[in-house]
């Protein structure tokens, strides 16, 4: 059975993935509407990068849900009171996903910089919305780093020991 406190680390996970995955896509986009775009070999690069990641956190985001699920499936007949792997191989692919996307923002928005002394990158507000993301993905992999330390070390409260020792001599 999952517990609440893990529950709630999987819907703040997901939510970040939306949230950066959206401005990941929105500052891709943003480049593309300035004059010198495809002139500008920095910024074509910058533009390339923010949608591979983009890409890669839509389909890992896709990816999430689906192992989310088909665990949250199969632990419903199950009544294990410690985090179970599939909480954990879950935890692991958000932190791995989320590391990558901000990565890929953050040399972005390094390319935007080299480009702005150029052109006037500021105005669409592109190079903003890749540092949000990037640092919104560090808190984020921070968050994800604290649970997976949590899922490791954490266990079973003494109200459910004895709720299970309670189970054990019944069924004998």
Same mark, same amino acid.
């Given at each position: 059975?999952?517990?609440? #406190?893990?529950?709630? #680390?999987?819907?703040?996970?997901?939510?970040?993935?939306? +949230? !950066?995955?959206?401005l990941t896509a929105i500052s891709s986009q943003r480049i593309t509407t300035l004059t010198d775009y495809k002139s500008n070999s920095d910024l074509v690069i910058a533009?390339?990068?923010?949608?591979?990641?983009?890409?890669?956190?839509?389909?890992?985001?896709?990816?999430?849900?689906?192992?989310?699920?088909?665990? +949250?499936?199969?632990?419903?007949?199950?009544?294990?009171?410690?985090?179970?792997?599939? $909480?954990?191989?879950?935890?692991? $692919?958000?932190?791995?996903?989320?590391?990558?996307?901000?990565?890929?923002?953050?040399?972005?928005?390094?390319?935007?910089?080299?480009?702005?002394?150029?052109?006037?990158?500021?105005?669409?507000?592109?190079?903003?919305?890749?540092?949000?993301?990037?640092?919104?993905? $560090?808190?984020?992999?921070?968050?994800?780093? !604290?649970?997976?330390?949590?899922?490791? !070390?954490?266990?079973?409260?003494?109200?459910?020991?004895?709720?299970?020792?309670?189970?054990?001599?019944?069924?004998?």
């Amino acid at each position: 059975m999952i517990s609440y #406190l893990e529950l709630l #680390l999987v819907f703040i996970i997901i939510i970040i993935l939306v +949230i !950066v995955n959206v401005l990941t896509a929105i500052s891709s986009q943003r480049i593309t509407t300035l004059t010198d775009y495809k002139s500008n070999s920095d910024l074509v690069i910058a533009h390339s990068r923010l949608t591979v990641a983009s890409i890669t956190g839509w389909i890992g985001l896709i990816i999430l849900v689906i192992i989310f699920i088909s665990y +949250i499936g199969k632990t419903t007949e199950k009544k294990d009171k410690k985090t179970s792997g599939g $909480i954990i191989l879950f935890l692991f $692919i958000a932190l791995v996903l989320i590391f990558i996307v901000g990565v890929l923002c953050s040399i972005a928005s390094v390319d935007m910089d080299k480009a702005a002394k150029s052109t006037n990158i500021k105005e669409t507000g592109a190079r903003s919305l890749s540092n949000t993301a990037a640092v919104l993905s $560090i808190i984020s992999g921070i968050v994800g780093i !604290v649970a997976l330390i949590y899922a490791f !070390v954490r266990k079973p409260s003494k109200k459910s020991k004895t709720k299970t020792n309670k189970d054990e001599t019944k069924d004998e």
